[in-house]
């Protein structure tokens, strides 16, 4: 198992760069199986959940290429089946593996897709996700380690509502109203950054699609879809948790590729806090200003709501807040495993199963810790930790990096399945370890 090795209370200074968003081009991948012809991503991170759906494409026929720089050409014109027994062994933790479903539909009239994975940050059910399929018209058989679909009559436009907007779920309906026949009208859809720009790569295939007010999205089903060109949203989660990392060590980071418009929420929210931030054409320059930092009180939301995915690395940051703040999480039930970690490095935070600091959320009587308080300043001390999932792990890091004293952090590579060049980058702005497989 891959372990850092840090030596922390070192400022992070320096520039980091942040390629195609993580929660964007896997799906933008999938969307080019829908196509009669070749696509072109471009800004596609080399990180594990590309490779991962990468593979699984290929298994299905498509070809794909991925330089360095970040560009990817997939070719979609030899779609084919696959063996159940390689697509389970491939789909590894990602839950993209879902989302093949209505592509695979329209191109082959069938997919199997294995039980998913991904981040144990709450039981992540798909139930949204098989209710839209069928109200498409497919049809779902359970099978011992996965679903079998298939489509009978073909895939109808459908009137969907969402009981929550699902980000997966809205995905779901957009890759299989597209190409489904006749209209389709979506309300309670999620519009978060990464699904407009995915709206906008299937427009450019071909398809009809608009946004109107109060989350309702409406697609005209066309017959069939063409290839796509274009350069993936950036990573505004990795953006921000740069920013929080700059923070919580007093440092200075430039985060080359950062758009100020899909982080507006989080840039409030950081200023509030106490940090300082410049909005530059290449990127945004994040810094600690010096003197002390705020508490503030925190409610994550859907867009554009303040992101679950952006409240771990701040934690780290608000244990060096001099006073108490207060984090309620809505999104996710069980998101605040990763604090077991930094009390054990000397923060002070108590997690609460009421809806703490703002509106009464769905989690509020149902017995869940989604409430957190964080009391500070208190000093961190370096620790043995081991990371638990994507974004915690990364508050793991910023923690032992903040922290006086030696930390031993182990289960590394779960961040580097979304945060390309992690190592280089800790390495480019002046952080103090070393690696071992
Ligand atoms: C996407 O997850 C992102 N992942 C998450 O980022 C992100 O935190 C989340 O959206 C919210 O923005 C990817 O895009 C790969 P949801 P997704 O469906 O689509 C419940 C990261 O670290 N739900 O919006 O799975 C669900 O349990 C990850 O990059 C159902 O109940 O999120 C959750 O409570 C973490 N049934 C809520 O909806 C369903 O069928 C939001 O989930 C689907 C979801």
Same mark, same amino acid.
């Given at each position: 198992?891959?372990?850092?090795?840090?030596?922390?209370?070192?400022?992070?200074?320096?520039?980091?760069?942040?390629?195609?968003?993580?929660?964007?081009?896997?799906?933008?991948?999938?969307?080019?199986?829908?196509?009669?012809?070749?696509?072109?991503?471009?800004?596609?991170?080399?990180?594990?959940?590309?490779?991962?759906?990468?593979?699984?494409?290929?298994?299905?026929?498509?070809?794909?290429?991925?330089?360095?720089?970040?560009?990817?050409?997939?070719?979609?014109?030899?779609?084919?089946?696959?063996?159940?027994?390689?697509?389970?062994?491939?789909?590894?933790?990602?839950?993209?593996?879902?989302?093949?479903?209505?592509?695979?539909?329209?191109?082959?009239?069938?997919?199997?897709?294995?039980?998913?994975? +991904?981040?144990?940050?709450?039981?992540?059910?798909?139930?949204?996700?098989?209710?839209?399929?069928? &109200?498409?018209?497919?049809?779902?058989?359970?099978?011992?380690?996965?679903?079998?679909?298939?489509?009978?009559?073909? *895939?109808?436009?459908?009137?969907?509502?969402?009981?929550?907007?699902?980000?997966?779920?809205?995905?779901?309906?957009?890759?299989?109203?597209?190409?489904?026949?006749?209209?389709?009208? *979506?309300?309670?859809?999620?519009?978060?950054?990464?699904?407009?720009?995915?709206?906008?790569?299937?427009?450019?295939?071909?398809?009809?699609?608009?946004?109107?007010?109060?989350?309702?999205?409406?697609?005209?089903?066309?017959?069939? *879809?063409?290839?796509?060109?274009?350069?993936?949203?950036?990573?505004?989660?990795?953006?921000?948790?740069?920013?929080?990392?700059?923070?919580?060590?007093?440092?200075?980071?430039?985060?080359?590729?950062?758009?100020?418009?899909?982080?507006?929420?989080?840039?409030?929210?950081?200023?509030?806090?106490?940090?300082?931030?410049?909005?530059?054409?290449? +990127?945004?320059?994040?810094?600690?200003?010096?003197?002390?930092?705020?508490?503030?009180?925190?409610?994550?939301?859907?867009?554009?709501?303040?992101?679950?995915?952006?409240?771990?690395?701040?934690?780290?940051?608000?244990?060096?807040?001099?006073?108490?703040?207060?984090?309620?999480?809505?999104?996710?039930?069980?998101?605040?495993?990763?604090?077991?970690?930094?009390?054990?490095?000397?923060?002070?935070?108590?997690?609460?199963?009421?809806?703490?600091?703002? &509106?009464?959320?769905?989690?509020?009587?149902?017995?869940? &810790?989604?409430?957190?308080?964080?009391?500070?300043?208190?000093?961190?001390?370096?620790?043995?930790?081991?990371?638990?999932?994507?974004?915690?792990?990364?508050?793991?890091?910023?923690?032992?990096?903040?922290?006086?004293?030696?930390?031993?952090?182990?289960?590394?590579? *779960?961040?580097?399945?979304?945060?390309?060049?992690?190592?280089?980058?800790?390495?480019?702005?002046?952080?103090?370890?070393?690696?071992?497989?």
């Amino acid at each position: 198992m891959s372990q850092i090795t840090v030596r922390g209370g070192k400022p992070l200074v320096g520039r980091v760069e942040v390629r195609g968003a993580k929660n964007l081009v896997t799906k933008a991948m999938v969307a080019a199986l829908l196509g009669d012809a070749p696509s072109e991503l471009r800004d596609v991170p080399h990180i594990s959940d590309v490779e991962v759906v990468s593979k699984l494409l290929q298994l299905h026929g498509v070809k794909i290429e991925h330089s360095d720089d970040g560009t990817m050409s997939l070719d979609p014109t030899n779609v084919k089946s696959a063996r159940m027994v390689d697509i389970d062994a491939h789909a590894g933790s990602s839950r993209i593996p879902i989302l093949f479903c209505g592509p695979l539909l329209h191109q082959l009239g069938e997919a199997f897709i294995p039980d998913l994975g +991904g981040c144990h940050i709450g039981d992540r059910p798909i139930d949204y996700h098989l209710e839209v399929l069928r &109200n498409f018209g497919a049809v779902i058989d359970k099978q011992p380690n996965g679903i079998r679909l298939s489509a009978p009559d073909g *895939l109808k436009g459908a009137k969907i509502s969402l009981p929550y907007p699902s980000v997966g779920a809205t995905e779901q309906v957009l890759l299989t109203s597209v190409r489904a026949e006749g209209l389709t009208e *979506l309300t309670g859809a999620a519009v978060e950054p990464e699904i407009m720009d995915l709206i906008a790569i299937l427009q450019k295939m071909g398809a009809i699609i608009s946004v109107d007010t109060d989350r309702v999205i409406r697609i005209e089903g066309v017959k069939t *879809l063409g290839g796509y060109s274009h350069s993936a949203l950036f990573d505004r989660n990795e953006a921000a948790s740069w920013a929080a990392a700059a923070l919580a060590t007093h440092g200075d980071i430039f985060v080359g590729g950062a758009r100020q418009q899909e982080m507006m929420t989080f840039l409030n929210v950081f200023r509030k806090v106490g940090g300082a931030f410049e909005i530059h054409d290449d +990127g945004i320059r994040f810094y600690h200003p010096g003197g002390d930092l705020q508490p503030v009180v925190i409610e994550t939301d859907v867009h554009p709501g303040f992101m679950t995915d952006w409240q771990q690395p701040l934690v780290v940051a608000l244990t060096q807040a001099k006073g108490l703040s207060i984090v309620h999480e809505t999104v996710y039930e069980n998101r605040f495993g990763f604090t077991d970690a930094l009390v054990q490095m000397g923060a002070q935070i108590q997690i609460y199963r009421e809806c703490l600091g703002g &509106n009464p959320c769905r989690f509020g009587q149902r017995n869940f &810790n989604h409430s957190a308080v964080i009391s500070g300043p208190t000093p961190l001390h370096g620790a043995d930790i081991r990371v638990p999932d994507l974004r915690g792990g990364f508050s793991h890091m910023v923690a032992a990096l903040a922290a006086e004293g030696i930390s031993n952090v182990t289960n590394v590579q *779960l961040i580097s399945r979304g945060y390309e060049h992690f190592l280089a980058k800790l390495e480019a702005l002046g952080a103090d370890f070393t690696y071992t497989e």
